[in-house]
């Protein structure tokens, strides 16, 4: 069984689907055991990701044109192994309902070892932007990769 991996941000439109993109390009490429989905704290659902995040991930192979948005749901926080928020304010929030899934719910940079970094929400700010939090997300995840392998 695939260990699964959630990512979450606020809107589920930038952030979260490219590392869930990112993360499923490199198990399906290098044949880990691996699932990554994507959620948001604020999202609706359906809503597809941002032209300028499909753009940026579509430069490093990554396909996101027919993600559809979800809310963080109960099933999927009890589904998963490892929930892996952008910013330690997404960490508090799910905390602060779910206080006993302490253990599995990490920011992304601390997953890294780099202590709680923000991941900047770059929705609404040109492409440039988005390569740069990709960029973000790629180096964190690549800092990360003994957990997912």
Known sequence: MPKKILFVCTGNTCRSPM????????????????EAKSAGLAAFGG????????????????????????????????????IV??????KESILRKMPDLESKVKVLSELA???AVDIEDPV???????????????????KSKSVFN
């Not at 990112?22 to 290098?30: F, V």
């Open 47 to 82: 809503v597809p990701a941002t032209p300028e995040a499909i753009e940026a991930a579509g430069e490093k192979g990554i396909d996101l044109t027919a993600h559809q948005s979800q809310p963080l749901s109960k099933v999927l926080v009890l589904e998963s192994d490892l």
């Open 19 to 34: 590392a869930e993109g990112l993360l499923n390009k490199w198990a399906n490429d290098q044949h880990w055991d691996v």
């Open 124 to 142: 609404g700010l040109p492409l440039e932007e988005y390569r740069k939090v990709l960029g973000q997300i790629e180096g964190y995840l690549t």
């Open 85 to 90: 928020t952008m910013t330690a304010k997404h």
């Open 113 to 115: 070892g780099e202590g």
